[in-house]
């Protein structure tokens, strides 16, 4: 069982970045690969970015690359998210999720992902 808890949300103007944690509990986090995903108001939930176990493998989606950066400290049992250049349409829910098998890839479907967080608000103001 992993259980994931988010922070680092808040309110930014637009162009300022944030950087959002996800600290997960679990002895076998270190093999899984993570993820992040995002819901706006009236929308599905949709892919950001995602990490293998070993923080090698990244992918994104492309609203957000060479803005977010993806990574994670194993060793500390956490997976970050750095949003720079951040805009108004960033505005939304973050959850971050766990992929509940071990593997060095990054996946981008939610439904490969068995564990999720609660999730922080993001709002960014123009």
């Known amino acids: 069982q992993v259980q994931l808890v988010e922070s680092g949300g808040g309110l930014v103007q637009a162009g300022g970045s944030l950087r959002l944690s996800c600290a997960a509990s679990?002895?076998?986090?270190?093999?899984?690969?993570m993820g992040w995903f995002r819901q706006a108001p009236g929308k599905e939930r949709e892919f950001v970015a995602g990490?293998?176990?070993?923080?090698?493998?990244?992918g994104y989606a492309d609203f957000v690359k060479d803005r977010f950066t993806i990574s994670r400290d194993n060793a500390k049992n956490t997976v970050y998210l750095q949003m720079n250049s951040l805009k108004p349409e960033d505005t939304a829910i973050y959850y971050c999720?766990?992929?509940?098998?071990?593997?060095?890839?990054?996946?981008?479907?939610?439904?490969?992902?068995?564990?999720w967080g609660q999730g922080t608000q993001v709002t960014v103001s123009s």
């Open positions: 990490i293998g176990s070993s923080g090698t493998n990244t």
């Open positions: 679990g002895r076998t986090y270190s093999r899984y690969p």
């Open positions: 999720a766990a992929v509940g098998r071990d593997s060095d890839r990054y996946y981008r479907f939610s439904n490969s992902y068995n564990y």
